[in-house]
């Protein structure tokens, strides 16, 4: 009989359910201007894009809703320790990717990636609050 497997199993599975599991603080809700720079565009040039964006809470998770031009964006995120990350979808055309924002206070300043860029470059974004 193989008991030593068994118990460490049975030890792993109780210190996965006894831990605490991870709590997530309020979304930085709202209504923001966004404005950004496509990938490889240093933030010192002319900015890339123009738009907005709201955040609101759903539970414990975060939505956000881009209007940029005529491209309209979803995504889904987690709010902790001033981080908002969120994998997004242009719903139009259905690419996606991830965006990382830290809270600055009045605004929110990220940087994305897009799922099949190959240039290796991050984009930037800052989202201030309206």
């Known amino acids: 009989m193989r008991t030593a497997p068994v118990i460490a199993l049975a030890f792993c599975a109780f210190a996965f359910l006894a831990a605490p599991s991870p709590s997530f603080a ?74 990382v924002y830290k809270d600055a206070g009045s605004a929110l300043n990220g940087q994305w990636v897009i799922y099949g860029d190959k240039t290796g470059n991050l984009g930037t974004e800052i989202l201030t609050k309206q």
């Open 26 to 99: 309020a979304c930085p809700e709202g209504n923001y201007a966004v404005k950004g720079w496509n990938p490889g565009v240093p933030t010192t040039g002319n900015v890339s894009y123009r738009g907005t964006v709201t955040v609101k809470s759903v539970g414990e998770v975060c939505q956000l809703n881009w209007k940029i031009g005529s491209q309209i964006f979803g995504g889904v995120g987690t709010y902790d320790a001033k981080v908002l990350n969120v994998g997004f979808k242009n719903l139009k055309d259905g690419t996606f990717g991830l965006v």
